[in-house]
């Protein structure tokens, strides 16, 4: 908890003090219960946090230094690259890969290569008309999904660029028919690892802009040439 909340030095100075009052290193009588000690800790925590002027969204992985992350709601809006076609999508933690709203997939071949074709429909904003676009891109790889008594399926998976909170990000897609559902895209663990903290009870809390990138620009130019 330290090394995600606070800078571990002074937080582990704070929560270690505590801890050695509870045990009664630090003063006389009976041992304070448990609850009570770790309420105390909480508390001291907290105030090397507030008051000790550490950054509360810090979070470090075994050997590396901590990593200053962002702190996204549960839906955001995203841009699809090189397109840059704005909508939303839900953040969700409890999946590990990303998913993309697919219908009408086609699979072939294109130099010696498994590639899939699918149409992608989103809406840009509420009470905007729906949109569709057709994808192409090399299948990445293929993930097993069984639901309930239903037959294994293989669902290809491939890889887009998407731009949250006003950074591009790469990432695997699976392809499955979202039309049913309120946003056209999920974004789980594997692309939000360290890039994002999620805050589930608010929504919107990143940069909802984005500078277009080089593939977009390339493509617009090779546009205006033609």
């Known amino acids: 908890v330290g090394s995600e909340m606070c800078i571990r030095d002074r937080s582990w100075i704070s929560v270690t003090l505590v801890r050695q009052?509870?045990?009664?290193?630090?003063?006389?009588?009976?041992?304070m219960n448990n609850k009570l000690a770790h309420y105390l800790a909480g508390i001291s925590l907290l105030t090397a946090c507030l008051f000790g002027g550490l950054n509360p969204v810090w979070a470090a992985?075994?050997?590396?230094?901590?990593?200053?992350?962002?702190?996204?709601g549960w839906v955001e809006s995203v841009y699809l690259e090189p397109w840059g076609f704005?909508?939303?999508?839900?953040?969700?933690?409890?999946?590990?890969?990303?998913?993309?709203?697919?219908?009408?997939?086609?699979?072939?071949e294109k130099d010696d290569k498994q590639w899939v074709r699918f149409v992608f429909d989103f809406k840009e904003d509420k009470g905007k008309p729906d949109r569709e676009i057709t994808i192409e891109r090399p299948v990445y790889r293929f993930i097993k999904i069984k639901r309930h008594n239903d037959k294994i399926q293989l669902r290809p998976v491939v890889m887009l660029d998407i731009?949250?909170?006003?950074?591009?990000?790469s990432g695997e897609f699976s392809l499955i028919d979202r039309r049913s559902l309120?946003?056209?895209?999920l974004l789980g663990r594997r692309i939000l690892k360290d890039t994002a903290l999620v805050d589930s009870g608010h929504s919107f809390l990143g940069n909802n802009k984005c500078k277009p990138s080089k593939k977009k620009s390339a493509s617009k130019k090779k546009d205006k040439e033609k």
Do not use: E, H
Request: aromatic fraction near 8%; hydrophobic fraction near 30%; charged fraction near 25%.
């Open 21 to 31: 009052i509870s045990l009664g290193g630090y003063m006389t009588g009976p041992k």
């Open 61 to 72: 992985s075994k050997g590396d230094t901590p990593k200053q992350l962002s702190i996204l």
């Open 163 to 169: 731009c949250i909170n006003g950074a591009i990000k």
């Open 86 to 108: 704005k909508f939303r999508a839900r953040l969700d933690t409890g999946a590990r890969t990303s998913s993309i709203s697919a219908r009408d997939i086609v699979k072939y």
């Open 182 to 185: 309120n946003y056209p895209m």
